[in-house]
């Protein structure tokens, strides 16, 4: 059976552990040796391109960077017929949309693995890398209380899959109408042995976490909604004396880019509890195991 990542939940809990082994081997196969693998991209990137590209060559590969006008997905040509013909010259497709509809389109048609590198509804390889990233630093996960404030979105949907597959209790701190519905809380809550709850003020979010997460407030897409959006989240962004709040020592993440004076202080992101290097860094590793899972490694 062909494998996809387009969301962490297309893992089972043993296979998300998994991935975070490979991800820490240094002495992976190369299952892509000889094969190409498309890399699509409708929207920018940093980490994206350059983990995955170098996770492709560390495991044997050829990566193809694409450019989403290049291919037209629905506008050039059917989403269907770019898969099944990039499926017979490459080992590996994976793309980032605006619409998360595209990558399952891709999956169901495709005869390779299928990975999602963001969508509008997730963005399952940053969990990884997000994950993995607290493991290193505060230990196994199963217990500790991880925080994320802001706006519920691709990022924030993904890590708390992520989170609470691995045991640990998620705290949201989001406006109201930024905000998860009760029917996500719900089915978050079912996937693992973690929990997940969410409260509308920043302070009742990171007490007690010993992780504060945040991403933009304005995610890709959302521009003409900046103006409105920085209303909105006033009181929402991580600042030194919301990091007392949290647990003594308690770690900084965010997926990156950050917007310094919006959703983190310049103080916390460059100060000592901040990892965002380490966690953008971890990116490749994180690729790296993934890739290795869906061709096929165990
Ligand atoms: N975090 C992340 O996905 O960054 P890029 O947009 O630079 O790929
Ligand atoms: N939520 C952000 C993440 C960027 C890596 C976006 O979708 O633009």
């Known amino acids: 059976m062909t494998r996809h990542f387009l969301d962490i939940t297309d893992l089972s809990g043993d296979e998300l552990r998994l991935v975070l082994d490979l991800a820490q081997r240094s002495d992976l196969p190369r299952p892509l040796e000889g094969r190409g693998v498309a890399l699509i991209f409708e929207k920018p990137s940093n980490r994206t391109r350059h983990s995955m590209e170098m996770a492709v060559v560390q495991l044997g590969g050829h990566p193809v960077y694409t450019r989403g006008e290049e291919v037209g997905f629905d506008v050039c040509e059917p989403v269907e ?8 010259y490459h080992g590996l497709l994976a793309a980032r949309v605006f619409r998360h509809e595209i990558v399952v389109r891709m999956a169901a048609c495709s005869t390779v693995p299928v990975v999602n590198m963001l969508s509008d509804w997730s963005h399952p390889l940053q969990a ?16 500790h209380t ?13 890590l708390a899959e992520a989170c609470v597959m691995l045991g640990a209790h998620v705290v949201l701190g989001c406006p109201p109408g930024y905000d998860a519905a009760d029917a996500e809380l719900e089915r978050i809550a079912g996937l693992g042995s973690g929990s997940v709850r969410q409260v509308h003020r920043a302070v009742e979010a990171v007490a007690g976490a010993t992780a504060v997460h945040t991403d933009t407030w304005t995610s890709m897409g959302q521009e003409a909604e900046k103006a409105e959006r920085v209303k909105v989240f006033e009181g929402f962004g991580v600042t030194e ?3 007392a709040a949290a647990a003594p020592g308690a770690g900084f993440y965010h997926c990156m880019p950050a917007y310094r004076g919006y959703e983190v202080a310049a103080a916390v992101i ?29």
């Open 81 to 88: 017929d770019v898969t099944r013909v990039m499926a017979g």
């Open 128 to 143: 990884l890398a997000d994950v993995l990233t607290m493991q290193q630093v505060h230990g196994d996960l199963a217990g």
């Open 146 to 158: 991880v925080a994320y404030v802001g706006d519920w979105n691709n990022v924030s949907r993904s």
């Open 241 to 243: 004396s919301l990091m």
């Open 270 to 298: 460059d100060g000592p509890q901040s990892h965002v290097i380490a966690q953008a860094h971890n990116r490749l590793h994180a690729a790296r195991g993934v890739l290795a899972f869906v061709m096929g490694v165990r």
